[in-house]
Each structure stands twice: as C-alpha cells, then as structure tokens.
C-alpha cells in the first residue's frame, strides 16, 4: 500500500541443504508447491481480499528460469484473473530499490552508488533514479554470496553458507589467516583466486592436523569473512574517488553480513559518506523488494502484455 509493506512471507527451500547448493530442478518444483500457499497467506496476512490488489508484480530475471517460469505464469494467469495490470521486475533492481520501503526512514539521495551483492551477482551500480540504473563494476566469476558458500561447503558447513560464516566469525581473529588478494583493474571484482587460496590453507592444514577445521572453525571463518569484505569495500572506495558519489548504499543477500554492515558504517563516518543499510529482513530474496519495484513502474504505468517471457540473465 503505498511504500508500505502489508506482508512479506517467505517460503524456505530446506531441500537444498543435503546438496550444499541450490537444485535448480528442486527449486522450480519447490515453487511450483509454494507459489499458492505463499500468496494465500499473504493476502491473509495483509488483512486485505484479493480484490483489493490494484496489480501484479513478479521477477522477470535474473535467476533460475524453471523458477522465474514458475513466478511469472502464476503472475500472469492471476492478473488475467482478476483484471489487473501485469509489471515485470529486475530482481537486482528490486534489491536495490528494497531501501525505499516504508517511508519515515531516511532514504539516499540520487543519483547513489549501491553494492549490490547476492548468490548470483556482485555489482556497483549508479543508481540515477528509481527506475534508472547503470552498472559501473561487476564481478568477472564468482560472486560474493557464492565465495561465501563455497566457502562453507570447504569448512563442512550446511547451504547457505552466509550466514554460517557470519556466525562463526563472531568470536574469531581475522588476522588468523591470510588469503591472496586480487589483482583485477576498474571496478570489477575476482573472487576465485579467493577461493582457491582458501581451499589451498585448509588442505595444508589438514595434512599437518585431521582436526585442523574443527579446531580453527572460528578463526577460519572470521578470516575468510575480512577477506570477502576487504576485497567489497576497497572497490566501493574505488568507485566513491572515480564517481565523486558519497550516497552509498549496500543490497542483497550479502547485505545481511555483520561484518560488511559495521565497516561501511565506520568507513563511511570517516570518510563522511552518507551510508544506508537495507533493514535486515530485506537483504535476502522477499517478496517486499518486488513489491516496491513495482510500484515504481505502477506510478509509471510501466505495465507488460501476456507475451512477456522471463530472461535468464537479464541485465539491469
Ligand atoms: O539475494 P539473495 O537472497 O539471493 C540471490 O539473489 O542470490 O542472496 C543469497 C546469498 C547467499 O549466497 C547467502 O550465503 C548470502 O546471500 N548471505 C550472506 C549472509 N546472509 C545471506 N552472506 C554473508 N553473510 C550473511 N549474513
Ligand atoms: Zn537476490
């Protein structure tokens, strides 16, 4: 209603766990169980009736086409439904534009630079206006959520591994360990070199000690966790000196990091830059960022026919 968010109900995949990853085939079947649970409740939870909603907002890409397939024929069948305009959303956008839910708060001015960063994507983007957006850096392999997960997987933790690293980073020394850092011009990113230097210290470490990973778990983690972040914020510093920007906001999963949150908070009140964080439960995939994306297209009456088809890798 508005930028305010009625509900936001998700629905967890914890059939991924037992592979350490996300199935894709798993995913869309998933979804295909969920979609209309998902949006019951949620309409419930809105304490609104069906006939209340004024349009249909759904991802259009980028992400797992099986599951994109999923979103918007539910979508489309329940905008013809009920006779509501139909909007196709950026899922990168939308994380991005997840900072302008709720009005009240204070919000970045335009034109910003955002981190945006998730299990698929790593990205700087100069933000100019809601609905108009450039990417200026990206990652040129994996992305920042994926060296997180990988991460884990090595160190025997469960899918996502975000969030486990996060945990066991808490109390341990960043300095414990050090990785090789990488050597990529502009404002792109690496993470693979990350990976492998990574996977290199705990191979050696276990051939010195079989319980090298369980005794250092803590150190571990809090030293992969400095390096992912340091490698993030250096290029955000890049990017802040080439722009001239200093409204910088950081969105996606990634987002969700303790570690990335307290240091663009400190970095950014040395360096006097204007920092926004995205309230937590907006940082991972939801279904409110969508929301919010498209009632930026609502307002532009930016609506879509029933030929729409979902793009992969579809590009802000
Ligand atoms: O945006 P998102 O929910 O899904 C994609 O669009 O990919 O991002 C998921 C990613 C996963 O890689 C997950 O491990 C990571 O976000 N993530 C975190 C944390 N919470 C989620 N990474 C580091 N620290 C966290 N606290
Ligand atoms: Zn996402």
Redesign the pocket.
Known sequence: EDKKILSNVIANQEIHQQYGGVVPELASRAHQQNIIPVVDTAIKKANIKKEDIDAVAFTNGPGLLGSLLVGSSFAKSFAIGMQIPLISIN?MQA?ILAHFINEGKEVPNFPFLCLTV???HTQIVKVESPLNMQVIGTTLDDAA??A??KSAKILGLPY????Q??KYAKNGNIRAFTFGKPKINDLDFSFSGLKTSILYTIQAGIKENPNFIAENRQDLCASIQHAIVRILIEKLQKAIQQTGIKQIAIA???S???LLRSELKRIGSQEGWATFIPPFEYT??NAGMIAIAGHHKYLKGEFVGQDVTPNARLKI
């Open positions: 899922h994380h998730s299990g698929g959520g994926e997180f997960d996502p591994g975000g969030p690293i996060d996606g999963g990634v969700a990091n303790s991972t995939d």
